[in-house]
Structures are given as structure tokens and as C-alpha cells.
């Protein structure tokens, strides 16, 4: 190998930095994320490109060594003080190590040292030395071929394989024509890259096939020069006048024109650089190529044009490099976030699951602690204020239970004469003051009274939210109740107890009478569970559907925040399916706790300890007996006749309120039994079942709310097939994962390049 004299084009040293830092952006593969200024030497075979490069760049290709080919190759010459020379592989496949790996470093090169590099090059590249050989014939790979040395000038060129026409047996096929084509577009096709398009003189210049491929690629012949070459063999003075017309601009199809050059001729292995170029000049001298500009004629013409283009080229578009490489990292680094943390091995999988599984409860304790100013998915999705929409449907159930929980209204002494709706009043005024509840007579309350009378007709069928009369401030959701099925309960609408409380006082003589014994002057202890039941026998679908209300308030608060946390539709999906048998066992407990409620209610023992027991009852006689002495006080008051006799015995028949009938006495007395026992139990049932089940077992558990099923305890304790199984990433996201990973390294490289 010879170096070219030096020349001034291209010189100064921030030329020579921004040339530098365009090469170690080659070097790091950057031009396959963002194109780079560059200048590409292309022609059909037998075109006199290689002669051209080696004059060019000073840099011999071995004759006998036909590989160098059937690849790119990226001549590199740098003005260095020390004299080196580095060939490496750039591969195509950023996984190949073993092109990776290759690279040789010398002083120098003779003609059969050079064979043996690029013979060694081709084997890490796969392609074929010869017919019966195993590999390709060409190679995607690109050869880097890096000089340095006092004498050299600063220019990178690429040489892309030759194109050809027909295919050789044994060496080439007709896939392999397409393949070359399709490198050669590839490279001419980016828009800061110069064509360098080379063109025997001796040919038909105009229909030349790589002419009409770097038109396609520049319409407008802004960054394509033709060289031609092989002038010597242009004998015709017809074919002489049509390169002289075209270096002279007179075709003006290509806005960088056109140079002419002679090189080599193929038997000319041992001339010097110097001697080529005194034979040039020589040829040059001769009519009608002294009719051209000395600007547009040899190599040392062209190779000044082609530095200055490239510096020209690369000074203009160094900052559009610079953004697009920024932009680039910045979208790169974004879907790297967007994939989350690597979860190639169980420990990693292990902690992805963790981290999901902070944000799931912080969000959660948020949700129970009311804390929704410091998450925005409060704002954003209202119905996961979990503690508000809990204590919602609570107090709603609340009122139900009190207002219409009971089958039949309890007597009072104007029940005689009315239609007892004062009591139901009282109640539901007694529950608004104690919750804080304003009943809204909107148009859901409406509907839903008209709807009580077909709440069994299949015509009228009734949803969740008519449990609470439509006064909830929410609709319940019904996400999940697929999943659910085998475990809610069916929605239920609780008609309202019958109105006149005579009706309770007739039922319980009827019961009465039914199961008498030999008792005097009391009543059987079966009386109280046996009224009880009957009285309370709503309890059982409202708590049902109730604690079924809950639970969907809770499943989809849990998918909800899920799907918050875990973006990967596929992680989710696979953590869904794995944490859904567990949140149903969960929400089984809490239905067999409440079973286990209504059961002790219903079928153990009629019990209160509670000391105020008494006083109730005392407290429903006194009042009945306040009641007594205000008609007692009314029928005096509007009587003129009656007399002490008659006043008497209204009194006396009001405070016996059975006129002295003894199974009317014992009634009345069952009655006054069976109401304290009744508000009591109301009273526990409903602590009990909110407190126990809904917030305890819904939400508090430790161990067994189905808000704390995705634990931290949870993830450690899922073994490495459950873990690849729900968020291992498939082949493709590790390959893009990989891919997006060394793109990054690279760019982040490129940016310190840029910046030094």
C-alpha cells in the first residue's frame, strides 16, 4: 500500500475533529438509527470502481482476492503521526460476536498479508471462497479498513459490491443480483449520503443502470457525481463529445456534475501512485479533454471535489445528526421505561412483581385511609374511593335494615284507627339522624317503589343498586360478576313491611294459639325465636346482597388499581388468573362469615345480655300506656255523658290492652318481648355484619382480605415457574429488550462523541 501526497482540501482541525467524531459514529453502528453524512462509491462491475478507490484513497485491493466483492467496504484515512493500519468487522446482526471480535492491526500491508485478512474476514462474514465451498456469496456485513499515517488526508468512502446482470453457476445466483441491488439502494437511499456513481466512458453512458438507481434515490441530482472512467477506451469521436458535453454541465442532470478519470490499466499492478498520476496527466493532454476545466479532470481533481463535498455535507448536516440522535436516545430510553425492568431471570421477575406489588398497596392503604388527593387515579376514576363507597352502601343498608327489615310493622295503640305509617317514619328519621342520611325523593326512589310490587315478577326484574332504594350516591359496579357467579348472591329489592301494626298482634295469637302448652299465666320460650324468625326473615337476602355489594365494590377496586399499576397487558392477564383463586376463596369466607351470622341469629338461641333489655320492653309499655291516657284524655274531653265509670275503664282496658281477655294480655305481652329482643338483635346484626365481614374481611385482614392478596409476602413466596409464568418475557421482548438496550449504550456513547 502507498499513500497519496497530501492535500489541502478537507484540511484545519475542526474539520478534521467533526470528520473524526462522523467515523466513531460509524464505528458504533449509529448510521443504522440515524443516517450519517457520508459518501458512497457505486457501479456496475467491471465499472473501474475499486481502481478508482485505490487511487483515490492510496489503498490497493488485493487482484487475486475476489471477496473483498461481495461486501461494503468503509475506507477510513486519517492524518495520524504514527503509521497503522485496523481491519475489522462492523456485522449486520449487533449479536454476532464473533465479527465483533475480529479485527487485525498492522504497519503495513504486502499484497499476500492482505490476502490472508480479507480470506479470515470472509470466513467470520459466511461467505463462500469459492464454488464448492458452504456460505453465501455475499454478505450483509461491512469491512472497515482504517488508515492512519503523517502522509494520509482526511476522507471515509464506503464501496458497495458491483452490481451485475446475470448470475455466475456456482458462484452467484439471480437471489444474489436482487441481494446487491438492494445493498446498493440501501446506501444511496439515505438523504445526507453522496453517490459517487462511477461510469465506463466506453458504454452507454445514458442508459447506465446505476445512473437510473441514483436518480430514483435523488430525483433532483443534488448529492450524486458521475465519474467516468476508462476515457482511454472511448475510441469514437462521437462518444468522446458526449463525456465532454456532460463535464461541462451541458446535460445538467446532475447538479455535482461530472469528473473524468483514467486509471490503471488492468496489468499495472507495480506503478507507483505518482507514475499513475504522470500517465493521467499525459492522457489528459490530448484533444478534446483539454477542452475541460483541470478542476474536473484526475484523480487529484477528484479526490480534492470529493473532500470537499464530504466536509461540506458533514458541516451542514452535523446538527440535524445531533437532534435526531438526541431524539432518538430520548424515544429509545422511553419505550426501554415503557417495557419495565428486565424480567429475563426469577430474581429480577421477583422484584418487578415487588415493585408492582408497593404500588398496588400504597394505593390501596390510600383508598381505605380516604388519602385521595395523593393519588390523581381518585380523581381521575371517583369510584375507587373505596372507604367512601364502603361506608356508602353501609349506611344505605343501614337504613333499609331499619326502615323495612322487619316483616311486619309493630303495634302501637292508633293502629286501631290508621295505617301505621307513623312508626316506619319514626324509624327512618331515627337512622337519618344517627348516619347523617337526607332521603332525596328523586326519580330512582320512585321507580324503585313501583317496582316493589312485581320484585318477584320476572317481567320486573331488579339490579344491585335497587337494595338500597336508589339513594346510593354511586352505582355498584358489576365488573366481574362472571368471575363471581358461584359466589354473589341474587340482587335483591326489600318490599316494605306490612303497614298496620294489628296485623303482628294477629300473626303472634295465631302462632300463639298454635303451639300452646300447659303454661299459666305465661308464655312457651319457643314463642320469642319462633316470632323472631318470622319478623326477621328479610335479614337473610339483604345481608346476602349487601356483603355481594361489597364484594364487587372490592373486586373492582382491586382489577381497577391493577390495571393502574401493571401497563403489560399479557403481565396482567397471567397475574389476574393467578391471584383470581385466592380472591375468590377470600370472598367465599366472607360469604360463609356471613352465613355463619344470619345462622347464629336464626337458629341458636334468642339471647341478649345487654342490660338495657328491659328497659326496652319497660320503655314500648310506657309508651303504649303514654298513648293510652291521651285517647283516655280525648274521649273524656269530647264526652259529656260518660262519667268516672267510663273514664276508668278506657284506662284499664288501655293499660291491659287486651280488655282483660287473657290471650289478648299474652299477646300483647309477646309483642312487648319480641320488640325489645328485635331492636337489639337489629342492632348487633348490624355492627356485626359491617364490622366483622365488610371491614374486616373485605377490607382489614391481614391474611385474609382480598385487598391484601398481592403482598410482598405473596411474591416471595411464588416459585420460579409461577413467576416466568405470569411476567417472564416471551422471546420477542427480550430480543426487542436486548436490541433497545444496546442502541441505547451506543447512543449514549455517540453523545459523548459529540460532545468532547
Not at 471477496?67 to 468503509?74: G, I, K, P, Q, V
Not at 347523617?436 to 317503589?449: C, E, F, R, Y
Not at 285517647?631 to 264526652?639: G, I, M, P, T, V
Request: aromatic fraction near 6%; glycine fraction near 6%.
Amino acid at each position: 500500500m502507498t499513500a497519496l501526497n497530501s492535500s489541502p482540501a478537507g484540511g484545519g482541525l475542526g474539520n478534521r475533529a467533526l470528520l473524526d467524531k462522523m467515523d466513531k459514529l460509524r464505528e458504533l453502528g449509529i448510521q443504522e438509527l440515524v443516517p450519517l453524512p457520508q459518501m458512497v462509491v457505486v457501479g456496475d462491475q467491471s465499472a473501474g470502481k475499486s481502481s478508482v478507490l485505490e487511487s483515490l484513497t492510496g489503498f490497493h485491493f488485493p487482484r487475486s482476492v475476489t471477496l473483498c466483492t461481495r461486501h461494503a467496504t468503509e475506507i477510513i484515512c486519517r492524518r495520524e503521526e504514527t503509521k497503522s493500519i485496523h481491519v475489522s468487522i462492523q456485522p449486520a446482526d449487533g449479536d454476532d460476536e464473533k465479527a465483533k471480535k475480529f479485527r487485525r492491526t498492522v504497519t503495513s500491508l504486502d499484497a499476500p498479508e492482505f490476502e490472508r485478512i480479507f480470506r479470515e474476514a470472509a470466513e467470520v462474514m459466511g461467505i463462500k471462497s469459492d464454488a464448492d465451498a458452504s456460505g453465501s456469496a455475499f454478505s450483509q456485513d461491512v469491512l472497515r479498513v482504517e488508515i492512519s499515517g503523517p502522509e494520509e488526508d482526511h476522507l471515509t468512502i464506503i464501496d458497495v459490491p458491483g452490481m451485475f446482470e446475470n448470475a455466475t453457476p456456482g458462484v452467484t445466483t439471480e437471489e444474489d443480483i436482487d441481494l446487491v441491488k438492494g445493498m446498493v439502494k440501501k446506501y444511496i437511499h439515505e438523504s445526507r449520503t453522496i453517490i459517487l456513481a462511477v461510469v465506463p466512458c466506453n458504454g452507454d453512458i445514458a442508459n447506465q443502470k446505476i445512473l437510473t438507481l441514483a436518480k430514483a434515490a435523488d430525483p433532483e441530482g443534488r448529492r450524486t457525481m458521475g465519474v467516468l472512467t476508462k476515457p482511454d477506451l472511448a475510441v469514437e469521436n462521437a462518444t468522446k463529445e458526449v463525456v465532454v458535453d456532460l463535464v461541462l454541465g451541458r446535460r445538467r442532470d446532475l447538479k455535482l456534475g461530472y469528473c473524468v478519470v483514467k486509471n490503471r490499466g488492468a496489468d499495472d499492478t507495480t506503478s507507483s501512485n505518482e507514475v499513475r498520476d504522470l500517465k493521467e496527466k499525459e492522457f489528459f493532454k490530448e484533444s478534446p479533454w483539454t477542452r475541460l476545466p483541470a478542476e474536473r479532470l484526475g484523480i487529484p481533481a477528484l479526490k480534492m471535489r470529493v473532500q470537499q463535498l464530504l466536509m461540506d455535507r458533514t458541516k451542514s448536516e452535523f446538527p440535524k445528526v445531533r437532534s435526531e440522535l438526541l431524539s432518538q436516545l430520548k424515544r429509545m430510553e422511553e419505550d426501554l421505561a415503557a417495557m419495565g425492568q428486565s424480567r429475563a431471570t426469577a430474581d429480577q421477575q421477583r422484584a418487578y412483581l415487588g415493585e408492582l406489588a408497593t404500588q398496588f398497596n400504597r394505593i390501596k392503604d390510600q383508598g381505605l385511609d380516604a388519602y385521595y388527593s395523593r393519588n390523581t387515579i381518585f380523581t381521575e376514576n371517583p369510584e375507587l374511593k373505596l372507604i367512601t363507597r364502603i361506608r356508602e352502601i353501609n349506611e344505605q343498608f343501614a337504613r333499609v335494615l331499619y326502615t323495612k327489615g322487619h316483616e311486619r310493622a309493630f303495634y302501637k295503640c292508633d293502629d286501631e284507627n290508621d295505617d301505621g305509617e307513623d312508626e316506619e317514619s319514626d324509624i327512618d328519621e331515627k337512622v337519618q339522624s344517627v348516619n347523617g342520611i337526607k332521603h332525596s325523593t328523586n326519580a330512582a326512589a320512585v321507580l324503585v317503589d313501583h317496582v316493589e310490587d312485581h320484585i318477584f315478577d320476572p317481567l320486573f326484574p331488579c339490579d344491585r343498586d335497587t337494595l338500597y332504594d336508589g339513594q346510593a350516591d354511586f352505582t355498584i359496579p358489576t365488573m366481574g360478576e362472571d368471575e363471581l357467579d358461584d359466589i354473589l348472591s341474587e340482587p335483591y329489592s326489600c318490599p316494605k313491611p306490612t303497614n298496620h301494626g294489628q296485623n303482628i298482634l294477629d300473626h303472634i295469637e295465631r302462632e300463639y294459639m298454635g303451639s300452646r302448652g300447659i303454661e299459666l299465666g305465661t308464655f312457651s320460650g319457643e314463642m320469642l325465636p319462633t316470632t323472631f324468625k318470622y319478623q326477621s326473615k328479610k335479614w337473610r337476602p339483604l345481608a346476602r346482597a349487601h356483603v355481594s355489594n361489597a364484594i364487587l365494590v372490592v373486586h373492582h377496586f382491586i382489577r381497577s388499581v391493577l390495571e393502574r399499576c401493571c401497563p403489560d397487558p399479557d403481565v396482567l392477564e397471567e397475574l389476574w388468573n393467578f391471584l383470581l383463586d385466592e380472591l375468590l376463596k377470600r370472598y367465599r369466607h366472607a360469604v360463609q362469615h356471613t352465613e355463619r351470622l344470619l345462622d347464629i341469629e336464626f337458629e341458636g338461641t334468642s339471647m341478649t345480655y345487654k342490660p338495657t333489655f328491659f328497659e326496652i320492653r319497660d320503655a314500648n309499655k310506657m309508651a303504649l300506656a303514654e298513648e293510652m291516657r291521651k285517647r283516655a284524655d280525648n274521649d273524656l274531653k269530647h264526652s259529656n255523658t260518660w262519667g268516672l265509670k267510663a273514664l276508668i275503664g278506657s284506662l284499664l282496658a288501655g293499660f291491659t290492652a287486651g280488655g282483660g281477655d287473657p290471650v289478648k294480655v299474652t299477646r300483647q305481652e309477646i309483642h312487648d318481648v319480641l320488640h325489645a329482643y328485635y331492636d337489639i338483635a337489629r342492632d348487633r346484626f348490624l355492627d356485626v355484619l359491617c364490622l366483622h365481614v365488610v371491614h374486616h374481611d373485605l377490607l382489614h385482614s391481614q391474611n385474609g382480605s382480598p385487598l391484601n392478596v398481592l403482598s410482598h409476602k405473596a411474591v416471595l413466596g411464588m416459585s420460579a415457574d409461577q413467576l416466568d409464568t405470569i411476567c417472564g418475557e416471551d422471546m420477542v421482548s427480550r430480543e426487542r429488550r436486548k436490541k433497545l438496550e444496546m442502541h441505547i449504550g451506543n447512543l449514549q456513547k455517540a453523545v459523548r462523541v459529540l460532545r468532547a
